[in-house]
């Protein structure tokens, strides 16, 4: 059983930096790709960047790109996101979520290829 535990939000101001982990268990996670995905109060859920365990690929969301930096630690099961420069409209319910790899990497973007999710965690960004 694949669970996902994501920690780290939390209340920071615009400009400043917070970061994001997410454990992962219940599996051997090098054959994975971990996402992020974030929630904006009623909107749809949407895809914030993503990494390839095997190799450490990465791939972000425009909006994010050059500010965020999705990283694994191997030996602790847990990837981070890692996030700078923080504007209000970063403020959202951040998600953790895994998918079986695949080499076909549009699936990557798109939350409904990914059948493990975390619970998520809080971000508010205050102006």
């Known amino acids: 059983q694949v669970q996902l535990v994501e920690s780290g939000g939390g209340v920071v101001p615009a400009g400043g930096s917070l970061r994001l982990s997410c454990a992962a268990s219940?599996?051997?996670?090098?054959?994975?790709?971990m996402g992020w995905f974030r929630q904006h109060p009623g909107t749809e859920r949407e895809f914030v960047g993503a990494?390839?365990?095997?190799?450490?690929?990465?791939y972000y969301a425009d909006s994010v790109k050059g500010r965020f930096t999705i990283s694994r630690d191997n030996a602790e099961n847990t990837v981070y996101l890692q996030m700078s420069t923080l504007k209000p409209e970063d403020t959202a319910v951040y998600y953790c979520?895994?998918?079986?790899?695949?080499?076909?990497?549009?699936?990557?973007?798109?939350?409904?290829?990914?059948?493990?999710w975390g619970q998520g965690t809080q971000v508010t960004v205050s102006s």
């Open positions: 990494i390839r365990w095997s190799d450490g690929s990465t």
């Open positions: 979520a895994a998918q079986l790899v695949t080499y076909y990497t549009g699936y990557y973007y798109r939350k409904d290829a990914y059948p493990y």
């Open positions: 219940g599996r051997t996670f090098s054959s994975f790709v």
